[in-house]
């Protein structure tokens, strides 16, 4: 994902249906830290850099 703070890789663990939404568990099997170090925030109906 370009320009993302981080990137997870997941392995699909199990679903669950629940009402209207389908919930996915993953198992991290990996992390990537991106060039852009600047956290965000959502505040105040908007995001916010730290």
Known sequence: LKGALAVFDCELIDTKDLATHRVLFGKVTGLRIGDNLRPLIY?????RAL
């Open 43 to 47: 505040h105040g109906r908007g995001y």
